[in-house]
Structures are given as structure tokens and as C-alpha cells.
């Protein structure tokens, strides 16, 4: 090999070491350092960003094809799938808690869903409730209201032998009603099929001593 090649090499080979030497005193280390760990930083909240996005997406179409599927669901195969085909307000439902001297606390609903057969089932759905005092002003007539998630309302449910319901509990919003015969109305929207039920029933509640 030629002498003067060896040497050229040689030569840049000395160089690239001294530059590398000359790497921690060319440049301010500290001010690297930080620009080094702030793009660190942000590529990794880049990248956080990245796979939560990720993963909504992925949850989205997860979603969105299991309501696919459940619309194509046919009328005989839907009859297997727990849903609500007829919800009623039990007749013990009415004023809660108290005593005759302070009255009811509010009023207490005892929700029962039922199946295409008749038998009890627990639903999933959404309720929202509402106590009113038609014989008050305007002004005056909602009494106590509640809204309860499919989450929510899940908790509430109640089940013995041949027999199963959701309790809700609405207390009063501002202090005890005027009168003791009260109208509570209830929406319960059947979370599997988005069909609403909607029902209205009379009740009695516990006045406070002298109202």
C-alpha cells in the first residue's frame, strides 16, 4: 500500500480522535444536556399522545362494530339477550326514612323491569326520576329529581326468590313537600335496544308534625 495513503489515514484518524476529544469543551455541555432532555421529554409526550389516541380509536371501532352487530341482531335471536320489554313502579313505593315528627326524607321507588315472558330481569338502562307536588304553584312542584347511569343504577338492583327490583332513593331538593299525595314520574331508557319507558304513578309521603 502506498506511504503517503498510510499516513493520510493515519493523519485523519488523529484528527476524528481529537475531534471527539474536543466534543466536551467545544460546546456548552450543560445547555446540550438540557435541549437533550427537554426533546426527550417532548417525544415521549409525543408518543403518550400517540398510543392514547391509539387506543380511543381502537375502542371507538370496537364499539362501533358491536352496535353493528347488535342492530343485526334478528327479532328471535334479540329474545335471548337480557332486555326490558315491560318496566312498572311497585305499589310500596312512596316516602322514606323519618318519623312522624320530621316526615319522610324524600321518596323511595322500587323499579321493576320484566322480559317478553313476564319474569323478572335485571335490565341495564338509565332512569330519571322526578317527584312532583302537582297541587303546588308552578313554581313550587318538582320536589326531589335523580338521574342514574347504566353504572349507577346498576348497584341499586335488589333480588330474592322470584322477585327483583331497582330501589332508588330521591331525597327532597329544598325541605319536605306541602302536601302528602305526590306524583313521581320515571323515564327508564333499556340500554341494550334504546327503548324508553316512561311512567307515572301516585304516591304518599309523611308530612313533618304540624305541616
Known amino acids: 500500500m502506498n506511504p503517503s495513503m498510510n499516513r493520510l489515514r493515519l493523519i485523519a484518524a488523529m484528527l476524528a480522535i481529537a475531534a471527539i476529544g474536543c466534543i466536551p469543551g467545544c460546546f456548552d455541555s450543560e445547555k446540550t444536556v438540557q435541549e437533550a432532555k427537554q426533546r426527550h421529554d417532548l417525544e415521549r409526550k409525543v ?14 371501532r370496537a364499539q362501533h362494530a358491536q352496535i353493528q352487530t347488535l342492530q343485526g341482531i334478528d327479532p328471535d335471536r334479540m329474545k335471548l339477550i337480557p332486555h326490558a320489554d315491560r318496566v312498572e ?61 347504566g353504572a349507577a343504577l346498576r348497584k341499586t338492583w335488589y333480588s330474592k326468590f322470584m322477585t327483583g327490583h331497582y330501589t332508588l332513593k330521591c331525597p327532597w331538593k329544598n325541605g319536605p313537600p306541602q302536601h302528602s299525595a305526590l306524583t313521581i314520574r320515571v323515564r327508564f331508557t333499556d340500554l341494550l335496544t334504546g327503548r324508553v319507558f ?14
Open 47 to 60: 408518543a403518550d399522545l400517540e398510543r392514547e389516541l391509539q387506543t380511543r380509536d381502537q375502542t371507538g
Open 89 to 149: 313502579i311497585d305499589p310500596l313505593s312512596g316516602g322514606y326514612g323519618g318519623d312522624a315528627r320530621s316526615g319522610s326524607e324524600g321518596v323511595a321507588v322500587y323499579l321493576r323491569t320484566f322480559d317478553d315472558e313476564g319474569d323478572p330481569v335485571k335490565a341495564a338502562g338509565s332512569v330519571e326520576l322526578q317527584v312532583l307536588d302537582l297541587a303546588a304553584p308552578p313554581d313550587r312542584q318538582l320536589l326531589a329529581e335523580c338521574k342514574l347511569d
Open 198 to 211: 316512561d311512567l307515572v304513578k301516585q304516591v304518599n309521603v309523611k308530612l313533618p308534625l304540624g305541616a
